[in-house]
């Protein structure tokens, strides 16, 4: 039954509020950090911290609030699953599939040290807390309050590692090799410094756009998940599953549409920026901010197969980029799609059979 509607009728409607919600969603994301940025400057932000800031973020805005929303129904398998789901396929497919659709991705060693190490170190981060509320805290596969905050407070520094390297380079403008959708091009980087420069621009319209494109994406948070809650009922299938699978692919539409775009534009380093700073904010502030708002339970095979598996495929893709000479081409953007192709397999018709 979705929202009291059962059979045929119940499956069209959650089909078309699963559609129309993922929009209001993707829409709302661009309104909230575009006059996020606007509203900063009025407010005496240094240009620096929002440029990096909105960068960081605002791809990931969907899972985020996909994560957010599930925590708050108490639905945490779900919110875990879009994260790890998403992290998964940033590398095993988003950066695969636009190696092959462009020939390859090139950056350079400065990103790809700083922004692909850090995606492992966070991966680290969280497994080394899972494993610790396994084995010395709770005595069950469960993630507190206590790693919440260890995971805000490592974003944070991340953060300021970003903004410490902004400075240094003394750049005037902040297009840095994390981007962010834009409505026009899939960039908004490129978009900040007009934004930001408009210094007789009405903030209070920009207020209220911001708390429109939040008040959106609460909403479409909301009824995404309702959708993929009811489509994983009828299918019976868990809402990890749902959330590793369905949502975590949907989502991430954003970091696709703007690593694509990119690398076609030759801006390679926005490419990798984008997929490796999602996969770091997907982490710590994607799992970090529901774990405030409640502990998160995992599942054995999240524990022994789809974490080790996230740092593995973080691993390998930054092994082979490294070794090519800091790009990853088409050959091995296809090995890693057949990499991710044969996670999808064993976790939905092995890991079962193993764990029960």
């Not at 940033?90 to 190490?117: C, M």
């Not at 981060?125 to 509320?133: A, C």
């Not at 868990?238 to 949907?250: K, T, Y």
């Not at 926005?270 to 599942?299: A, E, H, K, R």
Request: net charge negative.
């Amino acid at each position: 039954m979705f929202f009291g509607i059962e059979g045929t009728f119940g499956i069209v409607l959650a089909i078309i509020v699963f559609i129309i919600s993922l929009i209001i969603v993707l829409k709302s994301a661009d309104l909230f950090i575009d006059n996020s940025v606007i509203v900063g400057k009025a407010l005496g932000v240094s240009q620096i911290v929002l440029g990096v800031t909105a960068a960081a973020v605002g791809t990931s805005l969907p899972e985020f609030g996909s994560s957010v929303i599930a925590a708050i129904g108490g639905n945490s398998a779900l919110g875990l699953g879009v994260i790890v789901g998403a992290n998964i396929w940033n590398i095993g497919g988003i950066l695969a599939l636009t190696a092959l659709v462009t020939g390859a991705i090139i950056s350079d060693k400065k990103s790809i040290n700083r922004d692909g190490v850090m995606s492992i170190i966070t991966g680290l981060i969280l497994s080394v807390i899972t494993v610790f509320s396994l084995y010395f805290v709770t005595g069950e596969r469960i993630i507190s309050i206590v790693g919440a905050i260890a995971m805000i407070i490592a974003y944070i520094i991340y953060l300021k590692i970003l903004i410490n390297n902004k400075e240094d380079s003394n750049e005037s403008n902040v297009v840095n090799t994390h981007c962010n959708n834009d409505n026009k091009d899939g960039s908004i980087i490129e978009d900040i410094d007009t934004n930001i420069e408009e210094e007789k621009q009405s903030t209070g319209k920009n207020v209220l756009l911001l708390v429109i494109g939040l008040i959106g994406l609460a909403i479409g948070c909301k009824l995404l998940v309702s959708s993929v809650e009811y489509f994983g009922e009828i299918l019976n299938v868990s809402n990890l599953i749902m959330g590793m699978f369905v949502l975590a692919l949907f989502t991430t539409l954003p970091e696709f549409y703007v690593t694509l775009s990119a690398a076609r534009k030759g801006l390679y380093d926005i490419s990798m920026g984008t997929i490796y700073g999602s996969c770091t904010f997907n982490i710590l502030v994607g799992l970090g901010v529901p774990l405030l708002l409640g502990p998160v339970q995992i599942d054995a095979i999240s524990v022994y197969f789809d974490l080790p598996f996230m740092l593995l495929i973080f691993a390998v893709s930054l092994i082979i980029i490294k070794l090519k000479g800091y790009k990853l081409t088409r050959v091995y953007g296809a090995i890693l799609f057949a990499i991710y192709v044969l996670y999808v397999l064993i976790r939905l018709f092995v890991m079962p059979m193993i764990f029960g």
